[in-house]
């Protein structure tokens, strides 16, 4: 006998990210650029085109709202950030990862290919680490 398998709102009812989400998320960036040691033009370019005045209160500990193109950058950085993890097992190795060349990515640096600003750029390096280590 068939069952009907209820179906998900579009548009769920909750807000796609909490600010205290949002909070989380922000500073967990400013940590990871740290380490990926990019400067303030590559962390607003990263990040959507973020004014620097935004970047510098982020670095600061005051977040203000994240929009839905910002949290799924967010999501996807982290991402890469942990599939470098599950890769390297010494971490500074995964952190210089970001900004060596690449023949995969034609010679770029995998920073370059993300820099190239659309939110696909980003999840093309989040898929290729996701392929390297086995994972979907």
């Not at 620097?52 to 967010?74: F, Y």
């Not at 990862?97 to 770029?108: E, L, M, R």
């Not at 820099?115 to 680490?129: D, H, Q, T, V």
Request: with cysteine; proline share 4%; glycine share 10%.
């Amino acid at each position: 006998m068939l069952v009907q398998v209820p179906q998900t709102p579009a548009e769920p009812a909750v807000p796609s990210i909490t600010a205290a989400e949002a909070a989380a998320g922000a500073r967990a960036i400013v940590n990871l650029f740290e380490r990926w040691q990019l400067g303030d033009e590559a962390a607003c370019e990263l990040l959507g085109g973020i004014s620097r005045s935004t970047w510098t209160r982020w670095k600061n500990g005051s977040i203000a709202k994240v929009d839905r193109d910002l949290a799924t950058r967010i999501s996807l950085l982290l991402g890469i950030h942990k599939g470098l993890r599950y890769l390297f097992s010494d971490r500074e190795l995964g952190y210089a990862w970001i900004k060596q060349p690449n023949a995969i990515f034609g010679g770029s640096s995998p920073l370059d290919v993300m820099k190239g600003g659309s939110i696909f750029a980003l999840e093309r390096i989040r898929r290729y680490l996701d392929a390297e280590r086995g994972g979907w």
